[in-house]
């Protein structure tokens, strides 16, 4: 298989597990062959720099043409008094909106070595495996007006979601439950929003389409206790975009494995763009410390998602949870008994098992 | 001190643990020479079945003449299909604005033998004593438009603030913190929304006028995370309305006592509205068995916030610790060698002590 993957790298710690990555999907190239080639662009601060914008045009150009883009992460202090066209998160929105990437899925599932560096009590996020399905092109983040008025007096931000957008996000999800455990919970506020009683009309809609998946309603402050008093509840999670980011990253941080976890935001031509859930974690940048695993996994998903390749998907994940089990791991987490080891000696540990 | 309440206990448990708080009013009106008048209305279900309506004008009457108001829960799967103007939820609502509580604060502190029952670990969530300042009255959850166009191919919704409705709940966040541990975490949402913003320079506008308090600024998808692995962070959180139910639902199951939560909505006259975080647990109404716990610290919030009777607000607090420390609580919590009481036993255990 013959397959051009864009690399943003990004800020950070970005720059560092990106090249974690490339060798990872290079040993895989060799070892099924198959021919993935990289082409290398700017996002975020680090194209602030070059080229005084977060997102230039070469860059979106070229993930356009690819077929699939892996991102490191974007930002860092040194940008974060910028005025908001000019700060690093706005090239992240920007690449979302120009490529349609609507779909964001998050899997969130514990390693059974690192459960000691959960917050949670082991017995109450034991076996949770979820996945989050979040909106990403719609709601409150793109919609307008967004504005000041009356002088600075009022201002106002608008929710908006058309019919399409919704179908599109529940379809997504009730799909992914229907290749996972069979259960979806729909999380809205239909107590208070017209959108969400629009959300929660079209999964009732749609529900007939899917009769193997059962399906919930939660309120999203409901979400947000449930997800810490019972994480295991839950298999497949669909919501809109902002209730998606709150839950998505409460969620992340249950299994103590923040450091682990992947992410796809796909559109509806296959394209992906795939990322570590973690920042860029500039307090750690440069030191080689980095934990490269999630983008390690991400380009797994990648494999999965946007090329079909089962095989070689799976094969990255036996190597991250062999190596777990032989009790390597990154500064950020714990093993009993363990070996601690930066970027580069995980990546290669995870390229010999492959 | 001569004193008109009204009560609204609602639905569900509602009635049962308005009686509680009563008894608990009656016997420090007698203990401390003040005279509590009481008049009883309905609102949520119970309005519903009565009126036909969630709110009555009566009992918006009452409540505008009321030096302070205690409400119980509302909601019922009884009303569950019912049209939105027809539905508990939508007194609860209404009664806020009418009366204009703009500021709803839910301190959340762990009971020490309390805290097994908690889903974190206990070395996670010890220490934690925290105050969310909710913004209640404003944003998303008034702003219109919030409709359905275009023949229902579109849904929008508004969030909406004034100036001067963001400034008012900055300053009473601010005195907040004055009266505790002196630190304000303001979350938003800035890197998104043009409210947030606005939100987050009228923060640093009103620092000065409050050297005293050590300001943060936290993006809600990191206050999600680090309520969670980190809740001894914080002392006081402003945010506005929507992120404020998230968020202190959220916070309200980490230290294993949802059953023992208050809160206050205040308006500015200081006419104020007491009620328990939990709701009206329709699967156990009527059994004798709810924690009368969370709305008799209601009213003991009420004794301080509205009527300034420290002395009597304190006795209350220290009666709950008491029995709880004597090993007493009701079927929702677990101590370690306790006893199990019911709502009555519970409330007497309470009255007693004063
Ligand atoms: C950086 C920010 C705009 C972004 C978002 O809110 O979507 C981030 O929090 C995320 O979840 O990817
Ligand atoms: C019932 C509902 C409308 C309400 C809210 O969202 O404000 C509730 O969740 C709360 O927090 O008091």
Redesign the pocket.
């Known amino acids: 298989m013959k397959k051009q993957i864009v690399l943003l790298p990004g800020d950070g710690i970005g720059k560092e597990v990106m090249n974690s990555a490339k060798e990872v999907l290079t040993a895989i190239a060799e070892e099924y062959n198959h021919s993935f080639s990289f082409e290398t662009h700017e996002i975020g601060g680090a194209a602030i720099d070059q080229y005084g914008t977060p997102l230039p045009e070469t860059t979106v150009d070229a993930c356009k043409q690819a077929d699939a883009v892996l991102l490191g992460a974007v930002g860092g202090p040194k940008w974060d008094n910028n005025p908001s066209q000019l700060r690093p998160e706005r090239g992240l929105l920007g690449i979302r909106k120009a490529l349609d990437l609507y779909a964001n899925l998050r899997p969130i599932k514990g390693f059974k070595n690192l459960l000691p560096a959960s917050p949670l009590k082991e017995e109450v996020v034991c076996g949770s495996d979820l996945l989050i399905v979040r909106e990403l092109t719609g709601g409150i983040y793109f919609g307008s007006p967004s504005e000041r008025r009356e002088n600075g007096q009022v201002v106002v931000d608008t929710l908006s979601y058309t019919r399409q957008e919704i179908e599109r996000i529940i379809d997504k999800a009730f799909q992914a439950a229907q290749g996972r455990r069979g259960r979806l919970t729909s999380v809205d506020?239909a107590?208070?929003l017209e959108s969400s009683k629009m959300w929660r009309e079209i999964v009732e809609e749609k529900k007939a389409q899917y009769p193997d998946v059962a399906v919930e309603h939660l309120?999203v402050?409901a979400a947000a206790m449930k997800l810490i008093t019972n994480p295991s509840h839950f298999d497949v999670i669909v919501t809109e975009n902002m209730f998606g980011d709150i839950l998505s990253d409460e969620a992340s941080v249950l299994t103590g494995s923040l450091g682990m976890l992947p992410s796809a935001s796909l559109n509806e031509a296959g394209v992906g763009l795939y990322e570590p859930v973690h920042g860029s974690a500039p307090d750690i940048a440069g030191k080689g410390i980095a934990n490269p695993t999630a983008m390690i996994l991400s380009a797994a998903l990648m494999l999965r998602y946007s090329f079909g390749l089962e095989d070689e998907a799976k094969i990255i994940e036996d190597a991250v949870q062999s190596v777990l089990d032989a009790g390597y791991h990154t500064a950020d987490l714990r093993i009993a008994g363990g070996f601690q080891v930066g970027t580069a000696e995980m990546t290669k540990l995870i390229v010999d098992y492959i």
Do not use: A, Q
């Open positions: 506020k107590n208070v309120l402050d």
